[in-house]
């Protein structure tokens, strides 16, 4: 059996364009290693999960769909990047989506609704969300993590804190996120869209400036 997937055009813009792959859980045997470089089919190798298998080659297969001659490659921190633009990656349970700019830097992220999100709440939310989101709100929140998590793969720092460093602002459409860390504050503006299963944000620097 082969595998099954469906890709989707998520946002098409001037600036960004997102897209989203959901597949099916089958024999990972049926993956077609053509697809790789050298360099990533010894990474593809090295995995011991079949889950990690099939996010790997899911995610070559949907940038292929984007119709750009690159591979994806990492940097020394494990962020991925390709050469002639940039992307974002993520993945959530059988779901892959990249974002694709050929100017402009991007954070994205996709989350699926979880009640236990619940539980680690007191870990991720800064004193200012508290006082002005909804908390209680299963959807609000990881709609907050999910930023938070955007942010932080945008901005690659080592040592950055979710709850200390990355604070939203406001969850308008076009909402700011502030983040502060070694003397810098970094200003972004996200997008996001809600589904009935999951929520996906996405972000792109607006300004760089020292304290």
């Excluded at 990972?28 to 790997?56: G, M, P």
């Excluded at 591979?71 to 892959?96: A, C, D, K, M, Q």
Aim: aromatic letters at 12%; proline letters at 1%; hydrophobic letters at 35%.
């Amino acid at each position: 059996m082969g595998l099954t997937y469906q890709i989707k055009n998520i946002i098409e813009t001037d600036r960004i364009l997102i897209k989203k792959l959901e597949y099916e859980e089958v024999d990972v045997s049926a993956i077609d290693t053509t697809i790789f470089n050298e360099n990533e089919l010894k990474k593809y190798q090295s995995f011991i999960s079949d889950k990690r298998r099939r996010e790997f080659y899911f995610t070559r297969v949907l940038l292929k769909s984007f119709n750009v001659d690159c591979f994806i490659e990492y940097h020394e921190t494990g962020r991925p990047f390709i050469r002639g633009g940039h992307i974002g990656i993520s993945h959530s349970r059988n779901t892959v989506i990249i974002g694709y700019s050929e100017h402009h830097i991007i954070g994205l992220d996709i989350e699926y609704y979880n009640p236990k999100i619940h539980r680690i709440k007191h870990k991720f939310l800064a004193t200012l969300e508290k006082e002005r989101f909804d908390t209680e709100n299963e959807e609000i929140l990881t709609l907050l993590w999910s930023l938070k998590e955007a942010i932080y793969k945008l901005e690659d720092i080592p040592g950055l804190l979710f709850k200390e460093h990355i604070v939203v602002q406001s969850l308008s459409h076009r909402g700011k996120v502030l983040v502060t860390k070694n003397n810098m504050q970094h200003e972004y503006l996200f997008d996001y869209l809600i589904f009935n299963e999951f929520v996906i944000t996405y972000c792109q620097l607006v300004k760089n400036e020292l304290n």
